[in-house]
């Protein structure tokens, strides 16, 4: 999803075994419900949707952002 001026963030990898990151507050508005415990941050945000772009910010757990655009969904692989 797209959050700040220019950053993309992951809102919920649970369909692929991983952490719900994101929960809506309000209409375009998230809060932060993920904590990783490191201290540069509790989640990233990238440039741009693929997950190889660079970090442009990290967001804190309780910190809430508006949704800057229309949410999208990268398609990828799973390995078994």
């Not at 797209?2 to 950053?7: A, D, F, H, I, Q």
């Not at 075994?17 to 998230?30: F, K, S």
């Not at 660079?54 to 800057?68: D, N, R, T, Y």
Request: charged share 20%.
């Amino acid at each position: 999803m797209p959050v700040l001026s220019r950053g993309w963030a992951t809102v919920d990898a649970t369909a692929v075994g991983g952490p719900r990151y994101l929960r809506p507050v309000r209409a375009a508005t998230w809060q932060v419900v993920f904590t990783s415990g490191d201290p540069r941050g509790d989640i990233v945000v990238r440039e741009s949707l693929s997950l190889e772009s660079p970090e442009v910010a990290m967001l804190f757990c309780g910190a809430v952002v508006e949704q800057s655009g229309p949410q999208e969904v990268e398609e990828c692989l799973l390995l078994a």
